[in-house]
């Protein structure tokens, strides 16, 4: 990332896909009956998409209902912060090679629950940016 000192970068989207992989703990935003939600997961990211295991409930029903999601990942230090923005459609895994190899990723449930569901979220965009900390500059009134 060659920021030249700027405040705000922009991510190319190697460097967005690299963050996704390094990381698991995503935020899933769906839309159910016009209304927006948004939940906490972990997840994996490979092969141009991102899987995520599920019980039964309302993020299953949204994905099913609603194929349009986003995605969303960031962290901060104490001088900047980055985030990664995904939006794609969401689908059921449901033949049984592609559950077998989902099976097979990285991504095993952090909550003691019965998760027996795959989404993959298929990447349709994906924007980043890196922003770094520092105090609001003074306004400039010229015109």
Known sequence: MADNGAPIVEL????????????????????IADQP????????????????????????FA????????FEIDDRSEQEGWSVVVKGHARTL????????????????????????FVRIEVDEITGRRVRFGTEPEPDFTI
């Open 63 to 70: 994905v099913t209902v609603n194929h349009r999601v986003a």
């Open 94 to 117: 449901e033949h049984e090679d592609e559950i077998a190899a989902a099976e097979q990723e990285p991504l095993t449930p952090w909550i003691q629950t019965v998760k027996r569901n």
């Open 12 to 31: 190319s989207s190697e460097e967005c896909w690299a963050l996704l992989v390094e990381n698991e703990l995503g935020r899933l935003a769906v839309s």
């Open 37 to 60: 939600e948004i939940f906490p997961v972990n997840y994996a990211a490979s092969d141009g998409g991102i899987l995520i295991r599920t019980a039964e409930g309302t993020k299953l």
